[in-house]
């Protein structure tokens, strides 16, 4: 356990570098279960959920070996064995091994996965996406057996256009006889960096990035090199953090068309911003302007920006509001920052209104999430006085080195270990 120290109310200048995404790499290092041969794949970040997710392939029996952010697979020899629940329920993300496992040998038993309490969190558009490709399954309180004689190409359309489901319905589809339709399909950019490894060692997928997926299968996945994409949201929570605290801080390493709402959204407040071609300098403007949030697929406004931007919101100058449309259960970092003095209040269990200009001061708060966290650091490097942030190993598994990389820019802030 970790809890987070800062001392807050100081300016940020210089150049934060952003890592791989998170949610690409999560989704990669299972997909690579579904080579026959070896993978390597650069710009890992160095985080927790990774961490997870090596510790499944080293219990199946594969071949691992990560130096740096290079991870180099052959899982070539895996056994198929039942992925125990102390291992799945660290991450939501191990969910990618039903969809490549189940493509892998036709069978795949695991319990169900873990993740942030954000909300329900069913995955039963994977299931049945998985019954279309013609699998069978069985669930027991929290364990599944999924089973195929074969995988025969379907159409599937998904009644909500989910990421993971959409991307276990490539994995799943991959090696499937025939051709597979997603349609409805998410559109967010790990998306299309998963298909892209997929191609790179072979499969044959097209539409990636759009609503309509087309997948046919292929028999043998070779040998490839793969780079993860750059992390929008961590981007974005540093281009957040530079609008209420930058002082001509360079966001490097990002691919500026991915934040295109929230740049839209600072805009709107009177954020100044100077955009490159892989890169951001952000000033923090003397006075921010509220606005209204509502969060929607890619490319819309992104859920996992939205408790970050709460912070910034409490620095606007009048009343903005929230929508969140994806999760049911991701208001709870606005109970903190009213701790520290915001003024939040919640409307209605998806709505939210802040107003602002709060003072903020530093208090001991809890991190009930990863990006409520962020939230909380954000607030932190805000705050006048210390902020503690217990429960810091949420925000562990989402941002590499962010002590590293907050303080080399002029932030007051530590990691402790706790018992
Ligand atoms: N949904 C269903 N049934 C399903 C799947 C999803 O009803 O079978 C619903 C969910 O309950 C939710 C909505 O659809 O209301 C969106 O779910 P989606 O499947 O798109 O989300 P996810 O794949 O579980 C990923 C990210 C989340 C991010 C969401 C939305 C990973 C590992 N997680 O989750 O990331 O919020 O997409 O963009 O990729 C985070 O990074 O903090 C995080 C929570």
Same mark, same amino acid.
């Given at each position: ?13 210089? %150049? ?63 056994? !198929? ?8 329920? &660290? ?15 036709? $069978? ?23 019954? +279309?490709?013609?699998? &069978?399954?069985?669930? $027991?309180?929290?364990?599944?057996? =999924? ?7 379907? &159409? ?18 991959? &090696? ?37 997926? $087309? ?25 957040? =953090? +530079? ?11 990002? =691919? ?65 509001? =929230? ?5 049911? !259960?991701?208001?709870? !970092?606005?109970?903190?920052? !009213? ?44 705050? $006048? ?6 429960? +810091? ?6 941002? %590499? ?19």
């Amino acid at each position: 356990m970790h809890k987070i120290i800062i001392e807050g109310n100081r300016k940020l200048s210089g %150049e934060i570098k952003i890592s791989g995404s998170k949610n690409s790499a999560v989704a990669l290092v299972p997909a690579a279960v579904l080579c026959d041969e070896k993978v390597s794949i650069a710009n890992i970040p160095n985080i927790s959920d990774v961490d997870s997710l090596e510790q499944i392939l080293n219990y199946l029996g594969a071949y691992v070996d990560r130096n740096g952010d290079i991870i180099k697979i052959d899982s070539s020899k895996i056994e !198929n064995k039942v992925i125990p629940e102390e291992i799945s329920k &660290k991450l939501r993300a191990s969910y990618y091994f039903m969809g490549a496992l189940l493509s892998k040998f036709k $069978k795949v038993e695991m319990y169900f996965p873990g993740g942030c309490s954000i909300g329900e969190r069913p995955i039963n558009l994977h299931l049945k996406g998985f019954e +279309a490709l013609g699998a &069978k399954i069985e669930e $027991k309180e929290n364990f599944f057996r =999924i089973t195929a004689d074969k995988l025969v190409g379907t &159409k599937i359309n998904l009644d909500f256009a989910s990421v993971g489901a959409t991307i276990n319905l490539i994995l799943a589809a991959v &090696k499937a006889e025939g051709t597979t339709i997603i349609a409805n399909a998410a559109k967010e950019p790990h998306i299309v960096n998963v298909a892209t490894f997929l191609n790179n060692m072979g499969a044959k997928i097209s539409g990636a990035g759009t609503s309509e997926i $087309k997948i046919e299968g292929v028999k043998y996945l070779h040998s490839c090199f793969h780079e993860v994409v750059p992390d929008y949201i961590e981007a974005g929570t540093y281009m957040i =953090i +530079a609008s209420a605290l930058g002082n001509n801080l360079k966001i490097s390493n990002i =691919i500026p068309d991915h934040l295109e709402a929230l740049i839209s959204k600072l805009e709107e407040m009177d954020v100044p911003m100077q955009i490159g071609v892989d890169y951001i300098k952000i000033d923090s403007p003397v006075c921010l302007k509220p606005v209204n949030i509502k969060t929607q697929v890619y490319p819309g406004f992104p859920t996992d920006l939205q408790q970050p931007m709460a912070t910034l919101l409490t620095q606007a100058d009048g009343v903005s509001t =929230i929508h969140e449309t994806i999760w049911e !259960n991701r208001f709870l !970092n606005l109970f903190e920052l !009213n701790k520290m003095g915001a003024k939040a209040s919640l409307l209605s269990n998806s709505k939210a209104s802040i107003s602002g200009p709060s003072e903020l001061i530093g208090k001991t708060v809890m991190a009930t999430d990863l990006r409520a966290g962020a939230s909380l650091v954000i607030a932190g490097l805000l705050a $006048k006085g210390t902020t503690i942030i217990e429960n +810091a190993d949420y925000i562990l598994r989402g941002y %590499e080195n962010i002590i590293e990389k907050l303080s080399k820019v002029g932030a007051k802030i530590s990691l402790e270990e706790i018992e």
